[in-house]
């Protein structure tokens, strides 16, 4: 006797680890981070350095 495919479930596996679908989220954050951290920080360095050129006037 050959067992029959009952139900065939497409998507979420609940007996499967979810590492590999919250791993690529993380990456991809933290890649955007590591750029537009800097990026700011930079900005709001000139931003303050122009300031006190003014005052310094």
Known sequence: M???ILKVKIGY????????TDL???I?????ASILIPS???????YIEK???KKMK
């Open 51 to 53: 300031i006190k050129e």
């Open 13 to 20: 596996n609940p007996n499967s680890s979810s590492v590999g």
């Open 28 to 32: 991809l954050i933290s890649n955007f």
């Open 40 to 46: 700011i920080s930079f900005f709001i360095f000139r």
């Open 2 to 4: 050959e067992g029959k």
């Open 24 to 26: 690529t989220p993380l």
